[in-house]
């Protein structure tokens, strides 16, 4: 093991990705996951970003373990990892969002992990109960921040400097949001009821509704474009999302970040709402010591390297930094984040979901 992380540490981005590598990930995305073998690695993967190459081929260079990924959405990897039950091959589970690692470990489909490096590197609140031996189910490797963008030309910083404003009559007609039930509003919706009360929750989500500029549709880049367009005067998107257009050369989205204030809501109060994506053990892994492995491997400075600069997320490892002009521009002074357990905020899901019915919100 320290010989691994020898050789992660020695790594970076640029030498790991050769094209030999890519080819042989879009080989295997096609193929059927092998079985247990001393020198593989099945990994079923909701993160959907293209960078992420890099992230597997820096792993396969440093360890010679080789990896097969099945690549889905997490509502996907999770219907296929139930349906396969103890014959599934998946050894590595990683998912985006706090409610389906959550919904996930509920399931019983991740095996209790203890990981000297992962004790030593994981803060405690962006990672699964620890069970009697200080084992936990899954573990937050990067963090994305839920933030609110605005037509600078109607709007200033001030009238969305919390989520409480987003329902606040100001914004009638003007707001823009994905689907309720997508599991990045789960997320926030499920911080907000943390802190604030069912019905004083369920009053903001009506408010919410109120607001709304047209019916949910889309994803969180639709709605920063749609707020540029003058379609809507607010929306709400993930750091990520934001950071990519950013640090885009096209003029159609130089264009775009022209026109959008941003703000990270509640710094005097609870903090902006933070979610992460994080890595599992599959409850039965054949190859459990490479899944560990693996899961070593993310806390690493060069994989959390990656995270910050090929996704522009937040690096969770302690002592990791993110070097991303995009992130920085967005804070550049740092910013409050949620200090809630994601834990926490994943356990509201079923809550959330009744007060979405309840209020009509799609
Ligand atoms: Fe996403």
Redesign the pocket.
Known sequence: MQLIKTLVRTLTPSKAVTAATIAGLATALVQPVAMASDNTLNIYSAR??PTDDALYSGFTAATGIQINRVDANDAGILARLRAEGRNSPADVILL?DATRLWRAEQDGLFANVKSATLDSAIPATVKGAPDANGASAWFGFSS?ARIVVFDKARFDAADVATYAQLAAPKLKGALCLRSGSHP?NLSLFGAYLKHEGESKTKAWLAGLVDNMARQPKG??TDQIRAVAAGECGVAVT?S??LARLMRSDKPEDKAVVEKIGISLPDQSGNGTHVNIAGGAVAKNAKNKANAIAFLDYLATPAAQAHFANGNNEWPLAKGASANNPALAAMAPKGFKADSLPIRDIGSQVNAVQRLLDQVNFR
Do not use: Q, T
């Open positions: 959907h970003y985006v994305r990045y994803g969180d993930n990520y999302y």
